[in-house]
């Protein structure tokens, strides 16, 4: 039996989530008879502080039309390769988490065991010399991969750094000459449909009434249509991410951006350091259960050494994810369908991935029960996922100089967590049922920047000899070495291709 098809798609709500939404439903509904309406109120503001994102960007600008060269120019962007990590383990100690996996595979057996084999007779085999990202970030190089290399060592991903309000402004003029309807006013009313409560309409505060058939909820944290008219609910995770506040500031540049985000481990939570062209983004995660806002502004502004460009913001939150974030007629992106501390860059590929599920099950008149079940099973699993990496970053700390690291050492952690780090300390294998955000070999990458190592390893490569291997994996170090110090620099890169306009002499 056919339905309808939608008409009409209301975005309420700006900022990052808003326009990315808008900018990809507009070219998805490029031939089809749809109208698109963005509305917010800039009046408001947005959070607008997520800088950082991990490498599905890249895919997520390509399929919208955007020039990455010109983007980059645009947002004052810097690339990332990866981010890295201080004091997380100790006090002291550093390590990297790069877009790039460790390695190759060989006789179908995961890398990571030829290399937990040859670290068991060589302790001091470190994995970041597998790594082709790591090998760049360590000389604070930068090189674009090519499209199907013809070696698998030169395979890695990227990100980038950039600036989210410019980010914003670009896909905005993008969606607008695609025919999107701009609306800046304040919501007043959000009016629901007899019998079934759908959303029917929303009021404007100048008296206009704009309805639709499929309404999108990109208004932060409030969730304005999907919590507070439609009462969704929520999951709270803070027993897991303690953190739940944080405090930004951007400051000049002191040095050339580093093609890397910088996160420290402090008192009661961490610290950011993400670099554009023009500035650097800097805040601080903490939980006020162990630290209060003023004592975590002053601890911020003592570790930055550019001068500040903006007065330090405050925000507060509760990590957690929205029960559904496809409710009814609503569909909820970003902050309104809910929220994991930016320690992985995670937010904006949520988004996105909010984006390809609404796009994959787009829906008709009949809104599908089944099809936005499964959207809202694929979230939770997302989330999941996502929030049981995060976990792993605290639960594996071997910090115990304060209160809030000694409760992250001592926590009990979700059991799908629990049962994924038990089987790699076990085997050294690394679970994955379904794709996730983060792929094994960044898994691989926290494991071991903690000092994970597995009891065994996978009985197929008993055979080798280790002569073998350790002969093996010295040409796949020396091969990745040279290309990590032949490539260009990181800011030589961009004056090359992609300075902003403002910055060209």
């Not at 600008?61 to 997380?88: P, V």
């Not at 937990?116 to 470190?126: G, I, V």
């Not at 929520?234 to 580093?258: G, H, I, K, R």
């Not at 008993?462 to 620099?489: C, E, R, W, Y």
Request: hydrophobic residues 40%; negative net charge.
């Amino acid at each position: 039996m056919s339905h309808p098809p939608i008409s009409k798609i209301v975005i309420v709500g700006g900022g990052t989530a808003g326009w990315m939404a808008a900018a990809s439903l507009s070219r998805f509904v490029a031939n089809r008879p749809i109208s698109i309406t963005l509305i917010e109120s800039t009046a408001i503001g947005t959070v607008g502080v997520g800088e950082a994102t991990i490498p599905s960007i890249v895919d997520f600008n390509n399929s919208i039309g955007l020039d990455e060269l010109e983007f980059i120019r645009a947002t004052r962007a810097s690339f990332k390769l990866g981010i890295q990590f201080e004091n997380w383990r100790t006090q002291g100690d550093r390590f990297f988490h790069p877009f790039a996996d460790y390695g190759i595979n060989f006789s179908g057996v995961e890398f990571q065991h030829y290399f937990y084999r040859l670290k068991k007779n060589n302790p001091t085999e470190d994995l970041h010399d597998y790594s082709i990202g790591s090998q760049l970030a360590k000389h604070n190089n930068f090189a674009q991969p090519r499209e199907n290399p013809e070696n698998p060592l030169a395979d890695y991903s990227y990100a980038y750094h950039f600036d989210a309000a410019l980010y914003a402004k670009v896909l905005r003029e993008l969606s607008i000459s695609r025919g999107v309807a701009h609306i800046d006013q304040k919501i007043e009313k959000v009016n629901l449909r007899d019998p079934d409560g759908f959303i029917e309409s929303v009021l404007l505060d100048n008296g206009q009434v704009i309805e639709s058939d499929l309404f999108i909820d990109c208004t932060g944290f409030k969730g304005l249509l999907i919590e507070e008219n439609l009462h969704t609910g929520y999951e709270d995770w803070q027993q897991w991410l303690l953190c739940d506040a944080a405090v930004a500031v951007q400051s000049l540049n002191t040095t050339e951006p580093t093609p890397f985000t910088r996160v420290t481990a402090l008192d009661a939570g961490w610290m950011w350091q993400i670099p554009l062209q023009h500035r650097t983004g800097n805040g601080y995660v903490f939980c006020s259960r162990f630290l209060d806002k003023a004592k975590a502004e002053e601890t911020l502004l003592q570790r930055i050494s550019g001068k500040t460009i903006n007065t330090p913001k405050p925000f507060a939150f509760k990590a957690g994810r929205r029960k559904k974030v496809w409710n009814k007629n609503c569909y909820a992106l970003g902050l309104a369908s809910g929220f994991i501390e930016p320690l992985e860059s995670t937010s904006i590929s949520l988004i996105q991935t909010g984006i390809t599920h609404l796009l994959t099950f787009f829906p008709d008149m009949s809104f599908d029960a089944g099809m936005i079940a499964e959207v809202n099973r694929r979230h939770q699993h997302e989330m999941e996922r996502i929030r049981d990496f995060i976990v792993l970053h605290y639960k594996l700390t071997e910090r115990t100089d304060t209160e809030f690291w000694r409760y992250c050492q001592a926590m009990e952690i979700p059991p799908s967590l629990e049962h994924k780090l038990e089987l790699f300390k076990s085997c050294g294998h690394i679970l994955q049922h379904e794709p996730e955000a983060f792929e094994k070999s960044s898994w691989l990458s926290i494991y071991n920047g903690f000092g994970i190592i597995p009891q065994r390893t996978d009985n197929r490569i008993d055979h080798f000899k280790d002569a073998d291997i350790a002969n093996q994996l010295a040409k796949i170090k020396q091969v990745l070495d040279q290309a990590g110090k032949n490539a260009t620099s990181h800011a030589e890169f961009i004056r090359r291709h992609c300075v902003a306009p403002d910055f060209e002499s």
